[in-house]
């Protein structure tokens, strides 16, 4: 089983930056296609961006392009979300997952491993 644990949030201001990391807690035997998706209360999980096993591609939702940057350091296991331009409404839990089939998709029920989630809130 592959263990996600994500790090790097809390609360900054609007117009402000967060880096998320999505760490594997042991060494795995392969590479991931890996996923940030974000949720809360009462809304379906939501799809933030996702990166290929080499880092060389990179898929985004509109709601971030221009904002979010994925991007990963397969030696230290761990996949990064780095945050600009935060707004209110990206407040969210954010949780990363790890996909055993290849290629970068958006649909949160074809990624295999969750982490527990991180809290990011935007102050207005």
């Known amino acids: 089983q592959v263990q996600l644990v994500e790090s790097g949030g809390g609360l900054v201001q609007a117009g402000g930056s967060l880096r998320l990391s999505c760490a594997a807690s042991?060494?795995?035997?392969?590479?991931?296609?890996v996923g940030w998706f974000r949720q809360v209360p009462g809304k379906e999980r939501e799809f933030v961006a996702a990166?290929?096993?080499?880092?060389?591609?990179?898929y985004y939702a509109d709601s971030v392009k221009g904002r979010f940057t994925i991007s990963r350091d397969n030696a230290k296991n761990t996949v990064y979300l780095q945050m600009n331009s935060l707004k209110p409404e990206d407040t969210a839990v954010y949780l990363c997952?790890?996909?055993?089939?290849?290629?970068?998709?958006?649909?949160?029920?074809?990624?295999?491993?969750w982490g527990q989630g991180n809290q990011v809130t935007v102050s207005s």
């Open positions: 990166i290929s096993r080499s880092g060389d591609s990179t």
């Open positions: 997952s790890a996909r055993l089939k290849l290629g970068v998709n958006s649909n949160p029920s074809s990624y295999d491993y």
């Open positions: 042991a060494r795995t035997a392969r590479t991931y296609v």
